[in-house]
């Protein structure tokens, strides 16, 4: 069974860093064709895009957030951790983590974590 | 920010067929991208409910079918239900360097 789990803070100060952590379990993140990428859903609006990470560590960004966002990944503990700088009280959210794999046919975004809300606010 | 534009929200009566459209653009699904429908009930993630332009994922009721032409997909839900009533993303891709992942503006099905 494919689970994806998001984790961090729900509250951070403006200008802060905000760090969360997805934990993945039913399929290895170096499995060639694996990504995890975030998506992030600001209160009674669309869904964002925000970066992917695949199999052999690259990386891909929104380029409207690029210079603020960094993802990564640690195979072995089954995580991919997406940070973003700078918080503004418009990027308080609900940020998903999802799966997507790399295959033929496309199959999309097939499996999400369940979301954590972060706020911004002083 | 979204580069796929959807009709903020469409209804019908139980049993009835409602569609939604999602338009975009030569750089996106005009591009030959596939596109992707998810489904989100309100305070719950989103699930996906067509992948690859057309198909369904196991599970997923064939009330629910979906089409692509040119720089536009839709969504069509037939025989609606009460349960059916949520929120609807299509999904693609874009070449141009404002991203790669692009979604449409949602559109909330109401059943009447």
């Known amino acids: 069974q494919v689970t994806l789990r998001e984790s961090g803070p729900a509250l951070v100060k403006p200008t802060q860093t905000l760090t969360l952590t997805c934990t993945v379990s039913?399929?290895?993140?170096?499995?060639?064709?694996?990504?995890v990428t975030w998506i992030r859903q600001p209160p009674g609006k669309a869904l964002e895009w925000l970066a992917l990470?695949?199999?052999?560590?690259?990386?891909y960004y929104n380029i409207s957030l690029k210079t603020r966002l960094t993802i990564s990944k640690d195979a072995s503990k089954n995580q991919v951790v997406l940070t973003l700088t700078n918080m503004d009280p418009v990027d308080t959210a609900t940020y998903y983590c999802?799966?997507?794999?790399?295959?033929?046919?496309?199959?999309?975004?097939?499996?999400w974590g369940q979301g954590t809300t972060v706020t911004v606010s002083s | 920010q979204s580069v796929l534009t959807q009709p903020p929200s469409v209804s019908g009566a139980p049993g009835q067929r409602v569609t939604i459209s999602c338009t975009g653009s030569?750089?996106?699904?005009?591009?030959?991208?596939?596109v992707h429908w998810y489904q989100q009930f309100p305070g719950t993630a989103p699930k996906l409910l067509i992948f690859?332009?057309?198909n369904r994922p196991s599970g997923v009721p064939d009330r629910f079918s979906a089409s692509k032409s040119g720089t536009s997909a839709s969504l069509a839900i037939t025989g609606l239900l009460a349960e059916d009533e949520a929120d609807y993303y299509c999904?693609?891709?874009?070449?141009?360097?404002?991203?790669?992942?692009?979604f449409g503006t949602g559109t909330k099905v109401t059943v009447l």
């Open positions: 999802a799966r997507r794999r790399i295959t033929v046919p496309d199959y999309g975004m097939d499996a």
């Open positions: 030569s750089s996106n699904i005009g591009a030959g991208y596939d």
């Open positions: 999904q693609s891709y874009d070449r141009r360097l404002s991203g790669l992942y692009v």
């Open positions: 990470i695949d199999w052999d560590d690259g990386k």
């Open positions: 039913g399929f290895s993140l170096s499995t060639s064709g694996m990504c």
């Open positions: 690859g332009n057309i």
